[in-house]
């Protein structure tokens, strides 16, 4: 069986191997929604379509300005640009000019049904009784300084109705204002051409950030000053600092480590079966994901792969026994390391093992990862090093030995019990003076790292145009399209109260654009009873005399809506028939206008932002409480290797995840999701250290500390540099790796046996 057992594992590698081939050669879609991390059981299928809907409509969209000190100039360039990139295939459609097409079939679309057709205010006099009110602001429209109305339209619509109606839609306002066709907006000497597109493509796809790259710096004028925003242009900066900092920090990390390996072995052997066994690791864990899940997150996968790194701790302590001159063949050096290796597998899997106890399909997908991977290089390290392994002993080192050695006596020797008790006196003070400015941080825009520049490029561009989006909506559900434009009249007045109070800067909802057939029966009752009385009074004083034309008294339906052109935003609103959305616009105080609409039937505000950041501030909060339940989960298993001592095995571990969120707070690190995911590694990996200490002999003791110190150089090489990443996760990351690995590895040896 012993002579099988590698073969076995090779058949069952090749196999996941196959697999995960074809589901590569497939095209592997990895899921990448926020909205795929929540339980299934707590999701909503409405707010996930709205969620998505909204998210996709702004992440697809950009906007650019185009600035010149002569106006022409700006125009051309806005034109020319615009031109350029309805040419280019790479957007839909692109905003630039006014379409007039356009707004006069906003007249044909509307005018049949003017009869039930009222502007707020008009409806909000009617019903006050104040019908002189409407019939001065008539008066007004007709002889103001930009009077209009002819006797067609006064026969067709004598107190001017829809006119007011149209004038209060609540289309996007801004400062923009045509020039020669163009939608310009001019301050300060400056004229900015605007233009805005809906790209054809996913932004977060680096082929399409690559294509836009190239058209832009072969399509913007260098004369011209240019401001952008957009998803697009966040993503491609992302990815850009993303590859600029793996590629320095890769590189670094996997030099320093190498060389640090080929310096203390002096073989390439250990090197290129370290990789094997995390390759193998990975691979195999995919592969059953894949298999188990049908599709993995990309969360999962990147911190899986990371958590995998604990597999090189096996390797390491493998290849350091080949220092150790009783250890002369691989099935020794497996032989001495195999307990040490079984306790420490095990230790961690309980701790990854407790996430499968979380209803997160992200923390549960992070677990079957790092399990299963583990696993795969535990049997790899088991199975095949005795195999493949075809070094002898080595015979330098004596110094290196020695120097590592004292490490370990640092923790063990009576004489140097001042200095620990001064280590740990410096640890507890630094993480006591850490407890007061140590805050959780889920905020989801501190997690997504925008770039200054283009952040200050958005906040300009919402200056200048006046427009601003819409991050928080409300989702209304309803039996019908009937009762969804009811229930959005019951709650447009408390919102007109909170625009009135500065809780929000405005409001779009379909009901605005098409009210209720009831509202629309409603309206046309209310100015037979209120206007009708005075009309004929009303035409004398305007010497009108021509027969008037009543107006269709079938009513304006939601499905007559365009999907394209003004409208086309009121289309996009209505996910279904009883599904619709009203976008809130400059929302100030999110939880006050929560509480201004509650109690309205069917009606639930959605912020996409808090929402995300909600679900950052469960995680980190799960991650916590089953990173304790790892510790009190692991426990029996060291009572019943160690006795007693189980607390000293565990201790070092314990206090590294306890101490480093509040050192790291000293530093202005706030503790996030992906703090908590780090202290997940460092309580398996300092646990693994401790057991290496505790399970070695006195004789191989610098062996065993050699081992450990080249797994915590390895793991501060791969992930302790992220620390110098200017992306927030990624900092959070390697900053909690750092301080916490460093703790764990300088108390690891207090879990040694005592000579």
């Known amino acids: 069986m012993r002579r099988l057992a590698p073969w076995l594992w090779l058949a069952v590698v090749l196999l996941a191997g196959g697999y995960l ?59 020319t640009l615009a031109a350029a990139l309805q040419a280019s295939g790479l957007v839909r459609g692109v905003t630039a000019s006014v379409d007039q097409a356009a707004r ?42 930009a009077g209009f109305g002819d006797a067609g339209l006064l026969a067709r619509d004598p ?32 004229t900015w051409a605007f233009l805005s597109a809906e790209l054809a493509e996913d932004p977060f796809a680096l082929p399409v950030q690559d294509a836009f790259e190239a058209f832009f710096a072969a399509h913007l004028p260098a004369d011209v000053t240019v401001l952008r925003t957009g998803a697009l242009f966040y993503a491609t900066a992302g990815a850009r600092q ?101 306790i420490g597998l095990a230790t961690t899997l309980i701790g990854y093992l407790t996430l499968l106890l979380a209803p997160f399909p992200g923390l549960q997908q992070i677990a079957v990862f790092s399990v299963v991977g583990l696993v795969a290089s535990f049997l790899t390290v088991a199975l095949w090093y005795p195999v493949l392994d075809r070094g002898g002993p080595l015979r330098h080192g004596r110094r290196l030995l020695a120097a590592v050695d004292g490490h370990a006596r640092l923790w063990e020797a009576p004489r140097w019990r001042g200095a620990r008790l001064a280590v740990l006196a410096l640890l507890l003070a630094a993480g006591a003076a850490g407890l007061p400015v140590l805050r959780a941080d889920d905020n989801v825009q501190n997690l997504q790292g925008m770039p200054p520049g283009l952040k200050r490029q958005e906040a300009e561009i919402q200056r200048l145009t006046g427009n601003g989006g819409a991050a928080q909506f409300l989702l ?42 009831a509202r629309q029966r409603e309206n046309a009752a209310l100015v037979a009873r209120s206007l009708a009385p005075l009309q004929a009074a009303y035409l004398a004083e305007l010497g009108f005399t021509a027969p008037l034309q009543p107006a269709s008294a079938a009513p304006l339906l939601p499905s007559a809506l365009p999907a394209d052109g003004p409208l086309g935003v009121v289309r996009a609103l209505m996910l279904d028939a009883g599904t619709h959305l009203m976008l809130l616009h400059g929302v100030t105080d999110l939880a006050a206008l929560r509480h201004l609409v509650q109690g309205v039937p069917g009606v639930q505000l959605v912020s996409l932002a808090d929402d995300w ?28 290797r160690y006795g007693w001592a189980a607390w000293r095995v565990l201790a070092p571990a314990v206090l590294a995840v306890l101490l480093a969120p509040p050192i790291c707070a000293l ?21 693994d250290y401790a057991v290496f200490c505790r399970e070695t002999t ?57 000579a």
């Open 242 to 342: 993303a590859m600029q900092e793996t590629s320095t920090l890769g590189t670094v990390s996997m030099v320093a480590t190498v060389a640090m390996v080929l310096l203390v072995f002096r073989r390439l052997g250990p090197i290129l079966l370290s990789v094997l066994a995390m390759g193998v690791g990975v691979a195999v864990a995919a592969a059953f994901c894949l298999w188990w899940f049908a599709e993995m997150h990309t969360v999962a996968l990147l911190f899986g792969a990371s958590l995998l790194g604990v597999a090189v701790d096996y390797s390491l302590e493998y290849f350091a026994s080949l220092f150790h001159p009783e250890a002369a063949t691989p099935a020794e050096r497996l032989r001495e390391v195999l307990p040490g290796l079984a």
């Open 698 to 754: 006195l004789a191989r003791r610098p062996v065993t500390m050699l081992a450990v110190l080249l797994a915590a150089v390895s793991t501060l090489l791969s992930f302790g540099m992220l620390a110098a990443s200017q992306v927030f996760a990624v900092h959070a990351f390697g900053m909690t790796m750092l301080v916490g690995i460093g703790i764990a590895f300088l108390l690891a040896p207090a879990a040694g046996r005592r």
């Open 667 to 687: 530093f202005g690190l706030t503790f996030t999701f992906f703090n908590a995911m780090a202290l997940v590694l460092v309580l398996s990996i300092g646990v």
């Open 476 to 517: 209304v559900r309803a039996a019908d399209a009937e009762a969804a434009l009811q229930a959005q009249e019951a709650v447009l007045p408390r919102l007109a109260q909170a625009e009135a109070r500065g809780l929000l800067a405005g409001v779009q909802a379909p009901a605005q654009f098409v009210p209720s057939v």
């Open 159 to 190: 107190f001017l109705l829809l006119p007011a109606f149209f004038a209060a839609l609540p289309l996007p306002q801004s400062r923009l204002a045509a020039d020669d066709g163009q939608l310009v907006v001019q301050e300060g000497g400056m």
């Open 613 to 640: 950041s909600a679900l950052f501030g469960t995680y980190r909060r799960q991650a916590v409480w089953l990173l304790a339940l790892s510790v009190l989960l692991m426990l029996p298993l060291l009572a019943w």
């Open 104 to 145: 006069e079939g906003l007249g044909a679309l509307y005018f049949p049904h003017r009869a039930g057709l009222l502007a707020e205010a008009d409806r909000a006099a009617l019903l006050a009784g104040q019908a002189p009110a409407v019939l001065e602001r008539a008066r007004a429209l007709l002889f103001g300084p």
């Open 21 to 79: 081939g074809l589901r590569l050669h497939g095209g592997l879609a990895l899921q990448s929604s926020v909205l795929a991390l929540l339980p299934r059981a707590e999701r909503d299928s409405l707010a996930d379509l709205a969620q998505q809907r909204v998210a996709t409509a702004g992440a697809r969209r950009i906007v650019l300005l185009l600035g010149h000190a002569e106006a022409p100039r700006a125009r051309a360039a806005g034109r």
